[in-house]
């Protein structure tokens, strides 16, 4: 049975800082904002700093103003993904949850035809990046009462097909990432979660379905309340899970 989305119950964030990777993009705007309309302090992380701004606006205008950060997954180091935790803590004294949905897929190609460096770019900014930033982040969020971290992951059934490449494997790495790093995280206050969504409709889908006959796609503000739902206490039955909320085709 799914959970009720988290958003629906005012507040379901109140307290809680959340950092949002991937801020600018399809998810993670509407993310972003559904996250700041439940109660959330929000650390913005993306690359593109104009939709940042834009997204920051949005928010000021009914809610806390979020604190941006702009940042660049692919050239980023373990140090200043250590930089980043320590200027969240300096700003907040805390950290409750990191929301992953930031992505990078340059589109459907044989692994026998992939250009080295992007095969090597999409395993690390859908993979490596993900677990460096995490890493740096853990000392911050054990010190929570309960603290998330949410993996958006598109559902490696589907991306573990031919010509996904470097992206679909990641995904399947991301998909084992999170029932280990349970694993070891065991019963402290920290857990783990893997959401799989359902198609939505944003520029990384469109790269590899045609827009006008790509019936199925459900638009991001759609499932923005799922990612709630992990962040806030609601999320704490599904600890260690991969959840698909919805029925996928």
Not at 39 to 61: F, Q, Y
Not at 75 to 88: E, F, K, Q, S, V
Not at 138 to 144: C, G, M, N, Q
Request: with cysteine; aromatic share 4%; glycine share 10%.
């Amino acid at each position: 049975m799914s959970a009720a989305p988290a958003d629906a119950v005012p507040g379901a964030l109140a307290g809680r800082v959340i950092l949002v990777v991937g801020a600018a993009g399809g998810l993670g705007d509407a993310a972003s904002l559904a996250c700041a309309q439940a109660g959330a302090s929000l650390v913005l992380l993306g690359r593109r700093v104009p939709r940042l701004n834009r997204l920051h606006d949005r928010i000021a205008a009914h809610a806390a103003a979020p604190a941006l950060y702009p940042m660049d997954l692919e050239g980023a180091t373990p140090d200043d993904y250590a930089d980043l935790a320590a200027r969240i803590e300096t700003g907040f004294g805390r950290l409750d949850g990191i929301l992953h949905v930031a992505a990078a897929f340059d589109g459907l190609t044989p692994l026998e035809l992939t250009d080295p460096a992007a095969f090597a770019r999409a395993l690390h900014i859908n993979l490596t990046a993900r677990w460096w930033l995490t890493q740096a982040c853990l000392p911050l969020l054990r010190r929570a009462e309960d603290g998330a971290i949410v993996f958006a992951i598109d559902d490696p059934a589907r991306t573990a097909g031919a010509y996904w490449g470097g992206y679909g494997l990641a995904q399947a790495g991301t998909s084992a990432l999170v029932g280990m790093l349970q694993a070891e995280l065991g019963d402290a206050p920290v857990r783990v979660h893997g959401l799989l969504p359902p198609p939505m409709r944003t520029p990384l889908r469109a790269k590899a379905h045609v827009e006008a006959e790509d019936r199925i796609a459900r638009a991001p503000a759609d499932v923005a309340a799922h990612c709630v739902t992990l962040l806030s206490p609601a999320g704490a039955s599904r600890r260690g899970q991969l959840w698909a909320p919805e029925a996928r085709a």
